[in-house]
């Protein structure tokens, strides 16, 4: 009896748990649950064997108390047709014979009795085992709902928690996003060449304003020379004017 007192017990704390504030209280309510439902899954087990066997046992008395009131039934039947004997006996001046019926009647009596005392002892066993039977039966009916309440919440919990790990990767991935702006790679590399084209184009201004003044050299040299000659052309041209002209007579010659 202790025993099925304890599976009751452990029945009406499960069947009573809050199970939605152990959930809010955990710090790792998916682990929480899957606990939980080992727990509730192991205890119905338990409670069902328990069940079984006080079933077993409840009809075993039920079955016991069902013969001992068939057995006084039919021992009384037999007292009954013993004195009905002995009364015929009796009436047909048999007395030794009569006596004899009535002695069997009363023995016929005596098992009717005890058997009527046995099935009278046995109804409240059974009305017990009958309550308890009961009892468990509701419990493992709510046990089983509450079963299924907790795999139907882990269920969410679980799909609700990877939702949020999966948000959580995008929103890590946009941060790093953000945090490696990749416009802003582009752009450095963009003023990078824009840094080497300046570079060239110096280079070939360089290049360019080197070669002008070389152009400008030569354009000096060319005007030199050409001074040169004309001045060469000026004096050749003066001493051939000298030898051309006439000496200057004197006076008096």
Do not use: C
């Amino acid at each position: 009896m202790a025993e099925k007192q304890t599976i009751l017990g452990r029945m009406a704390q499960l069947a009573k748990a809050n199970i939605n504030a152990l959930i809010d209280r955990a710090e790792d309510p998916e682990k929480l649950l899957d606990q939980m439902v080992r727990d509730y899954t192991s205890s119905i087990v338990e409670a069902q064997d328990a069940v079984a066997v006080t079933i077993g046992n409840l009809r075993l008395a039920e079955a016991d108390h069902a013969e001992d009131v068939a057995a006084a039934a039919a021992w009384g039947g037999k007292a009954a047709a013993a004195s009905a004997k002995a009364d015929q006996l009796r009436s047909a001046a048999n007395a030794v014979d009569a006596d004899r019926f009535d002695n069997l009647a009363k023995v016929a009596l005596g098992k009717q009795i005890a058997f009527e005392g046995e099935a009278r002892a046995a109804e409240p066993l059974i009305a017990s085992q009958t309550d308890v039977v009961d009892r468990l039966k509701a419990g493992l009916v709510t046990m089983k709902d509450k079963l299924e309440q907790l795999r139907s919440r882990r269920d969410q919990l679980v799909a609700r928690s990877k939702s949020a790990a999966a948000q959580s990767q995008v929103q890590e991935a946009i941060g790093s996003i953000n945090v490696l702006d990749p416009t802003s790679e582009v752009s450095r590399f963009e003023e990078k060449v824009r840094r080497e084209e300046a570079r060239v184009a110096g280079q070939a201004e360089i290049a360019a304003s080197s070669l002008d003044a070389q152009f400008e050299e030569l354009e000096d040299v060319g005007e030199t020379l050409e001074i040169e000659a004309r001045l060469a052309a000026l004096k050749g041209g003066s001493a051939a004017a000298i030898q051309d002209t006439p000496p200057v007579p004197q006076i008096g010659s």
